[in-house]
């Protein structure tokens, strides 16, 4: 089957730094992906991990670890419109959808 | 940025009554896809779509679902008799290609209400 996990909620304040985290297990790996979906709105792209290591890309970083089957997005200069729900979704090998996870749905405070 | 268009952005029907979600993918776009997202939960793919046939399907994806594109621009999702639990967004996507990071272009969504 195909499992990936991510928290539920988090919390953080405007300026700060936030770590959202993603395991998951699956049959097979062909890439992960980071997509942002604010309420009622369509999932847009953040990033994209194949190797393992770090993709950085202004605000926003993700890891991948192939080995463990984890990734994060970091999100740093936290601002107001960084609430959201940020979504982990594999690919998995000789398919082209997406897996995705529950999302993780940040609330930047003040 | 090119984006990915859908019509209607809400649709409400009574169980049993056939619906049409309409998408437009961006132009130079190959590969076309489904999904939905039930309220509260995870995004789930439904379907991909490519050279006219379908490449891929989900469990989800029985035979009260079919897709089309009809002309060179529109890609529609058909859900032939609406049950209560068909009550989601619908999202359709589209790719320039499948390797590597091409990354899926999602459209708004089309809220659909099973009554």
């Known amino acids: 089957g195909q499992n990936i996990d991510q928290p539920t909620e988090m919390t953080a304040t405007e300026g700060a730094i936030v770590q959202i985290n993603c395991t998951y297990q699956?049959?097979?790996?062909?890439?992960l992906f980071w997509y942002q979906q604010h309420a009622g709105e369509a999932p847009t792209f953040l990033s994209y991990?194949?190797?393992?290591g770090l993709e950085e890309k202004g605000r926003f970083s993700s890891f991948l670890s192939r080995s463990k089957g984890y990734s994060y997005l970091l999100l740093k200069e936290l601002q107001m419109k960084d609430s959201a729900s940020y979504l982990c979704?594999?690919?998995?090998?000789?398919?082209?959808?997406?897996?995705f996870g529950t999302g993780t749905r940040l609330q930047v405070f003040p | 940025e090119p984006e990915v268009t859908q019509t209607p952005s809400h649709q409400v029907t009574q169980m049993g009554q056939e619906v049409i979600l309409r998408c437009v993918p961006i132009?130079?776009?190959?590969?076309f896809y489904w999904y939905r997202q039930i309220l509260g939960q995870k995004v789930e793919f439904l379907v991909s779509?490519?050279?006219?046939?379908?490449?891929?399907k989900s469990e989800i994806f029985d035979d009260q679902f079919s897709v089309e594109r009809p002309d060179g621009s529109n890609f529609t999702l058909k859900i032939r008799s609406t049950k209560l639990e068909d009550s989601a967004m619908y999202f359709c996507?589209?790719?320039?290609?499948?390797?590597?990071?091409?990354?899926?272009?999602f459209g708004p969504g089309t809220r659909l209400t099973v009554l």
């Open positions: 996507a589209s790719s320039i290609g499948t390797s590597g990071g091409q990354r899926k272009f």
């Open positions: 699956t049959s097979g790996f062909n890439g």
């Open positions: 991990n194949v190797l393992d």
């Open positions: 979704a594999v690919r998995v090998s000789n398919t082209d959808k997406l897996i």
């Open positions: 132009s130079n776009h190959l590969y």
């Open positions: 779509f490519y050279n006219n046939e379908i490449s891929e």
